[in-house]
């Protein structure tokens, strides 16, 4: 039987500092071109009440869609494609709203009729900007990317903001797996210490039971 391990790796791109700072305490997460790579289960943001998530991988929107990354989530400010499960909105309660670009899309069209979301003809313009052409190779691969304008942090490269999001993962997982190691690393020293102490006290038991035999 073999196991896989999720595990991300860096790459070795300095997480910005002011990053940190907002994506811990922001109320609007902004997610841009989240990859399919999964999420550290200690990756949490309680501060946020609206999640933004611009051209995401739909692996990567089951991924961190979830109430318990998102405890206190209100509001989903939608610029992706389907997502990987089409009833994802199961999985919060239906006060949370959903606010979608003005196109027709089959995810889009369903949210709406069935009174889960709204489209807003605004939304695409309030968090992109300066649309960039990418060509592929020979042409082929023909994709687009975008500087966000971000609330509360402005207008940054979108590429950027996705490869520090990513080394933000990294963070955490890289915290969590030194946590672990600490509380591996107590719970070996605990023991270690319970049978040198159990052994002592054998010890003492034998040494008095050998005495009353001399008696």
């Known amino acids: ?33 989240l990859g399919n790579h999964y999420i550290p289960s200690n990756v949490f943001f309680p501060n946020a009440t609206s999640l933004t998530l611009i051209n995401c991988n739909k692996t990567g929107i089951v991924n961190i869609f979830t109430p318990a990354i998102f405890p206190n989530l209100i509001n989903v400010n939608y610029m992706s494609t389907a997502p990987g499960d089409f009833k994802i909105y199961e999985r919060f309660n239906d006060k949370i709203k959903w606010v979608f670009p003005n196109k027709t899309y089959d995810f889009y069209d369903f949210m709406v009729e069935t009174g889960r979301g709204k489209k807003d003809s605004e939304l695409i313009k309030q968090y992109t900007t300066n649309k960039k052409l990418i060509d592929g190779k020979n042409g082929f691969d023909i994709s687009f990317e975008f500087d966000l304008n971000i609330p509360e942090y402005g207008i940054i490269n979108g590429e950027w903001w996705c490869s520090q999001f990513y080394e933000y993962l990294v963070k955490q997982q890289n915290n969590h797996n030194h946590t672990y190691q600490d509380k591996s690393t107590q719970f070996i020293q605990e023991t270690e210490e319970l049978e040198l102490e159990n052994e002592i006290i054998k010890q003492k038991i034998n040494f008095y039971n050998f005495n009353d035999n001399l008696e």
């Open 1 to 33: 039987m073999t196991f896989t391990i999720n595990r991300l790796v860096s790459l070795n791109n300095h997480l910005n500092i002011d990053f940190i700072k907002h994506i811990n305490t922001t109320n609007n997460i902004c997610l841009y071109k």
